[in-house]
């Protein structure tokens, strides 16, 4: 199936140029393994950030500065080879090409009727907050809102709401403009990696009632 769903160029610049904080880059970077589109298009940016900073004074840096940005940026390039749609997410958290791989995660906790999450542990420095989110096939999640932004990639199965189709790979991206009500597709669960930044805001009258009692 072919990815759909990606993010902006301004949002693929900024990752190129390490502007996101670790959550958000994080998703980014998921997002990428998986579709060669945009990893084409970062491969681009980074050619063009090259020939620019060729063009600049450079001030100089110690060995050990230059060997550790080097080890960051090869621990955190996803390379070419597309991850297989559909792999176990287990197998996801070990994956030699995963970025998820290079991050401790908690153990499953269920948050809602069918919805399980499992935190995965990032620098707090842009308060984001990053976890996987499992749903039971045809689980029909809250419709929410956002008082930031939250960045989703699909890992396995798939759901849509009121913007689309979103399968293995896509990237979904909502911010306080945005109102949804997403729902798992009905031949399998679905596993997301999120980025939260802010808080979640349920709509209507019962989720209005509810709402003191949903932690995300």
């Given at each position: 199936?072919?990815?759909?769903?990606?993010?902006?160029?301004?949002?693929?610049?900024?990752?190129v140029?390490?502007?996101?904080?670790?959550?958000?880059?994080?998703?980014?970077?998921?997002?990428?393994?998986?579709?060669?589109?945009?990893?084409?298009?970062?491969?681009d940016?980074?050619?063009?950030?090259?020939?620019?900073?060729?063009?600049?004074?450079?001030e100089?840096?110690?060995?050990?500065?230059?060997?550790?940005?080097?080890?960051?940026?090869?621990?955190?390039?996803?390379?070419?080879?597309?991850?297989?749609?559909?792999?176990?997410?287990?197998?996801?958290?070990?994956?030699?090409?995963?970025?998820?791989?290079?991050?401790?995660?908690?153990?499953?906790?269920?948050?809602?009727?069918?919805?399980?999450?499992?935190?995965?542990?990032?620098?707090?420095?842009?308060?984001?907050?990053?976890?996987?989110?499992?749903?039971?096939?045809?689980?029909?999640?809250?419709?929410?809102?956002?008082?930031?932004t939250?960045?989703?990639?699909?890992?396995?199965?798939?759901?849509?709401?009121?913007?689309?189709?979103?399968?293995?790979?896509?990237?979904?991206?909502?911010?306080?403009?945005?109102?949804?009500?997403?729902?798992?597709?009905?031949?399998?669960?679905?596993?997301?990696?999120?980025?939260?930044?802010?808080?979640?805001?349920?709509?209507?009258?019962?989720?209005?009632?509810?709402?003191?009692?949903?932690?995300?």
């Open positions: 199936m072919t990815i759909a769903h990606h993010p902006s160029e301004e949002t693929l610049v900024d990752y140029a390490g502007a996101l904080d670790e959550g958000n880059s994080l998703v980014i970077a998921t997002h990428i393994s998986r579709c060669t589109e945009c990893q084409e298009t970062v491969r940016l980074r050619i063009i950030a090259g020939a620019v900073l060729e063009t600049c004074a450079t100089a840096i110690s060995n050990g500065s230059r060997a550790a940005s080097l080890a960051r940026l090869d621990a955190a390039d996803p390379g070419t080879d597309r991850l297989p749609y559909g792999s176990p997410v287990n197998s996801l958290l070990s994956a030699p090409r995963e970025p998820l791989a290079l991050y401790d995660h908690g153990a499953w906790r269920h948050i809602g009727p069918g919805v399980q999450r499992c935190d995965i542990e990032v620098a707090e420095d842009g308060g984001t907050r990053v976890f996987l989110l499992k749903a039971s096939a045809g689980t029909r999640l809250p419709e929410h809102r956002h008082t930031g939250e960045w989703t990639c699909v890992l396995t199965g798939a759901f849509t709401h009121e913007h689309g189709y979103f399968g293995p790979g896509d990237f979904d991206e909502a911010d306080a403009s945005v109102d949804h009500h997403p729902i798992v597709e009905s031949d399998g669960e679905c596993t997301c990696l999120v980025a939260l930044n802010g808080q979640i805001e349920l709509s209507g009258w019962f989720g209005r009632l509810i709402q003191p009692f949903v932690r995300f």
